[in-house]
């Protein structure tokens, strides 16, 4: 479900601000991530599988992406390699209420520029956005993990 009225450019919405495309199948969890990033004055995007949110990443290049692990039609790690495949310095912060994924990612080739575990603490990921957003150029080796 893409529920932004606007789409956006590369590196700045409509309205200039920057832009987050946030997927997560769990319509609770989706909201409070849209609202979260609103908050931080991005331009939202949503998406409720990784596959509509691939289409949109596509058409829109948006500067962060917030995204559940699983997820119907294409899982957030296939998400974040095709993501980091066209776009490597797109931040790419991975969430998840599964615990056994941390050492997933960890060992996988493609790592993403977070990690927050479900349930997170809405003063978590905004820390993380905000990092994010404020090191536009950073490629760290080891994505930050944070549990609420």
């Known amino acids: 479900m893409n529920d932004s009225a606007t789409s956006t450019t590369q590196n700045s919405g409509k309205l200039g601000k ?18 979260t990033c609103e908050m931080l004055n991005f331009e939202v995007t949503t998406a409720e599988d990784g596959e509509e949110a691939w289409e949109i990443f596509r058409s829109s290049w948006p500067d962060i992406v917030i995204s559940d692990i699983y997820m119907p039609k294409m899982n957030g790690l296939f998400l974040l390699n095709h993501i980091k495949s066209v776009k490597p310095n797109t931040p790419v912060v ?14 996988g080739k493609t790592k993403p520029d977070g990690f927050i575990q479900k349930p997170f603490e809405i003063d978590a990921l905004c820390k993380t956005v905000l990092k994010l ?3 536009p150029k950073r490629h760290t080796k080891t994505p930050s993990l944070i549990s609420g």
Do not use: M, N
């Open 94 to 107: 991975l969430i998840t209420g599964y615990s056994h994924y941390k050492q997933l990612i960890a060992s």
């Open 133 to 135: 957003r404020e090191s």
């Open 18 to 35: 920057p832009t987050a495309l946030v997927v997560d199948d769990d319509q609770t969890i989706l909201q409070i991530l849209r609202a």
